[in-house]
Every structure is written in structure tokens, then in C-alpha cells.
T-cell receptor, first 117, second 118 residues
């Protein structure tokens, strides 16, 4: 079974430029998450989707960040314009809801390492 | 207050020895889940082991076991017979809630960097 796919793996951009990250979750996983991981820290949630609905975006900086999951499968996270402080790893994860809820396990993709110059 | 505390920024262990990575957590929710993930230098977070708050026995998965002490709110990861490939960052995480079906966010600690010495 294929894991969570993310692209690109690495991205270097100038500040004020836009950037987009793509994620394809594990087949059949209805819940998709975007996490931000700063250097030396654990991941922090940006947004959670249940199917195509964003059910928790309280930690997404909406002035410059946006996300979509139009058909409830793959998702795109966008930053416009990027700032120096956005340099980090952006992790996508998916899980399957509705089975054993307490054991909903996040399966992570390899992440996209963003460097803003 | 931090919900997940990992007090060991770095740990060294001799190959083939056992090592314990510490994790304490803070929650008032009676239903929660605790997870350990491994993050090698490649960056991917790899799920290792899960412990539910109502589970009576400590979780085990191969060389990984979780020393769950509910009253002390600790969930330490024990890796037996360390291998060179175990060198990585290890993150403890908690998911609160769980009444009914649904997925909730994970709250992560800052991680422990484990280095296995040949």
C-alpha cells in the first residue's frame, strides 16, 4: 500500500513569492492534516480536513496561508506571500476515522522542506 | 503549560543495549491516546507504538515497548537491543478526546535525539 505522498520534497524561494505544497493521502483515509515543523521542535497542526471539510483551521495563519481539499482526496497548502519565518518543514498526514477512534493513527508523508531567502 | 514534555534533548546508547526515552504528559481528559514516532534524518515521521488511556497492559511492538504509568502521567518508550538504524529523533505525542468516532490533532513533544554507538 502506498504511503502519504508529498511534493516537492524541497523548495527554495525568495521572500514575498508564493509557494504551494501538494499532498496525496493513503487511499481510503478520510482525514488529512497539515503540520508545520520548525527546526528542533515537534510538529504543530495547521489544519485538519474530514473529507473535503476543514474542521479545524484555528491555527492556520489565514492572512497568508490557504488550503484546499476539493474532492476529499488530495490537498494543496499555499503560502502567499512567503516570509523568512515560514522556513520550516511542512508535513502532511492522513488517518482513517470511524474504526477504533482512540487508535486513529497519523501516517505522515516525507514532508516538504521550505527555505525562504 | 506544556502538554507533552520530553526532558532528554539527546541520548546515547551502545549498540545491542536497551534505552528508555522519557515522556510525561498533561491532560484532564480521561480518554486519550499516546503515540511515539521516529523521525530519521530523511524527515519522515514513522509511527512506532500506541497506548490508549484505558488500556490495561503496556503496549509492545517488536523491540519497542511503552512503559505506561497512568498515575504519574508518564509514557516512556523502551527500545531493546538497539541497532545503528535506531539513531533518529523520537517524538512522543498525545491525542485527547475520543468519545465517538473521529480524528483529533496530535500534540507533540520537542523530541529526543537518540544516537546509537557501535
Amino acid at each position: 500500500e502506498a504511503g502519504v505522498v508529498q511534493s516537492p520534497r524541497y523548495k527554495i524561494i525568495e521572500k514575498k513569492q508564493p509557494v504551494a505544497f501538494w499532498c496525496n493521502p493513503i487511499s481510503g483515509h478520510n482525514t488529512l492534516y497539515w503540520y508545520l515543523q520548525n527546526l528542533g521542535q515537534g510538529p504543530e497542526l495547521l489544519i485538519r480536513y474530514e473529507n473535503e471539510e476543514a474542521v479545524d483551521d484555528s491555527q492556520l495563519p489565514k492572512d497568508r496561508f490557504s488550503a484546499e481539499r476539493l474532492k476529499g482526496v488530495d490537498s494543496t497548502l499555499k503560502i502567499q506571500p512567503a516570509e523568512l519565518g515560514d522556513s520550516a518543514v511542512y508535513l502532511c498526514a492522513s488517518s482513517h476515522s470511524g474504526g477504533q477512534p482512540r487508535t486513529d493513527t497519523h501516517y505522515f508523508g516525507p514532508g516538504t522542506r521550505l527555505t525562504v531567502l | 503549560a506544556q502538554k507533552i514534555t520530553q526532558t532528554q534533548p539527546g541520548m546515547f546508547v551502545q549498540e545491542k543495549e536497551a534505552v528508555t526515552l522519557d515522556c510525561t504528559y498533561d491532560t484532564s481528559d480521561p480518554s486519550y491516546g499516546l503515540f511515539w514516532y521516529k523521525q530519521p534524518s530523511s524527515g519522515e515521521m514513522i509511527f512506532l507504538i500506541y497506548q490508549g488511556s484505558y488500556d490495561q497492559q503496556n503496549a509492545t511492538e517488536g523491540r519497542y515497548s511503552l512503559n505506561f504509568q497512568k498515575a504519574r502521567k508518564s509514557a516512556n518508550l523502551v527500545i531493546s537491543a538497539s541497532q545503528l538504524g535506531d539513531s533518529a529523533m523520537y517524538f512522543c505525542a498525545m491525542r485527547e478526546g475520543g468519545s465517538g468516532a473521529g480524528s483529533y490533532q496530535l500534540t507533540f513533544g520537542k523530541g529526543t535525539k537518540l544516537s546509537v554507538i557501535p
